[in-house]
């Protein structure tokens, strides 16, 4: 008898088990700080479900950690990859096609993508310090062109998505003479971080004087600290412009309330929640609207954006010829 409640208990409690949805991502937006715990707080309470975020060191990570486990992976979306990688992502046939209406989403260009759906952007650009650095760069020449002692963080492009967009705005603004440029830039560059939080964590130390980062990141110092001194060194020439998507995968058992997820991120309540946790631009327009201090951003008069499937068709060959200019 005591055997049979047991059973009964057990599968009672399975039945009214709550359903989880994981959703593997980068670091930074499942920080403590970052855009997550709301974001799990807000959609558990509208569907009455767990949400379960996953963290690696980038969201390219976090796309190489479900190719690895294959059709075991316990993740249902993958959130964090952009434009720049969504080919690839497409290429695996992990990536099942939305049911999410996209039709009012307020970005710099045209969306049209029956796979992945987007969640904010912003632009590539290097940050730093004005109390230190008093007339920073305007121009990609003007970088190469800093003093000696003058140093640079930037992330790598085989394992981060800001380390991609920074090759292509490069490879966009110099063509074939971009390996050219690249070993010009080299004594500049102090180190290559794998991800951007890392990245951005050597910054602040005072490691170096600028880092590859976001046109919004200033707005970070502005809001949670009250600093003005982090800007953003503004190309004349114009700034490679990131959008960050997330895709449901086939393997998911929880499709419908993937679905969800995916239909939740473009409403009011996860996009007030984008511009102070993820410091980016949330991709559809709300009636709270932007903070203050986003008036204080710089807005890059030119928006540089490779198509997809040029990237996806030269990434490795852009990507050899930015190793071999390193080369020491």
């Excluded at 540089?304 to 990237?311: A, Q, S, Y």
Aim: charged share 25%; net charge positive.
């Amino acid at each position: 008898m005591l055997k049979i409640l047991l059973s009964l208990g057990l599968l009672m409690g399975s039945l009214f088990a709550k359903e989880t949805l994981t959703i593997y991502t980068y670091d930074s937006f499942a920080a403590s700080w970052g855009p997550a715990p709301l974001i799990k707080k807000a959609f558990e309470k509208k569907y009455d479900c767990k949400l379960k975020f996953v963290a690696t060191d980038s969201a390219i990570g976090a796309f190489r950690k479900v190719q690895l486990e294959g059709k075991n992976t316990k993740a249902d979306i993958v959130l964090g990859l952009d434009t720049n990688t969504a080919e690839l992502a497409r290429k695996s046939g992990l990536f099942a096609k939305h049911h999410t209406d996209t039709s009012k989403l307020s970005l710099p260009i045209k969306w049209n993508d029956d796979t992945f759906v987007p969640f904010d952007y912003s632009y590539f650009a290097f940050v730093y310090d004005s109390n230190k650095l008093k007339n920073a760069p305007t121009s990609f020449d003007e970088l190469a062109n800093m003093p000696k002692n003058f140093k640079i963080i930037i992330e790598d492009p085989r394992s981060s998505t800001p380390g991609l967009g920074l090759l292509l705005w490069v490879k966009a603004t110099y063509g074939n003479k971009a390996g050219a440029y690249w070993k010009k830039l080299a004594p500049h560059i102090l180190t290559i971080t794998k991800g951007w939080s890392e990245a951005y964590n050597l910054f602040l130390k005072g490691e170096a004087d600028m880092v590859l980062s976001y046109t919004t990141s200033p707005a970070y110092h502005i809001i949670e600290e009250k600093k003005y001194n982090y800007k953003t060194a503004n190309f004349k020439a114009g700034h490679y412009a990131q959008i960050e998507i997330a895709g449901m995968l086939k393997s998911s058992k929880h499709k419908d309330l993937a679905n969800k997820f995916l239909n939740f991120m473009l409403s009011d309540e996860f996009a007030n929640i984008i511009p102070t946790t993820n410091w980016s631009y949330p991709v559809v327009k709300t009636k709270k609207g932007l903070p203050k201090a986003f008036s204080l951003l710089y807005v890059p008069s030119k928006m540089i954006l490779m198509n997809g499937k040029t990237v996806e068709k030269n990434r490795k060959a852009y990507i050899n010829e930015w190793l071999k200019a390193l080369a020491r």
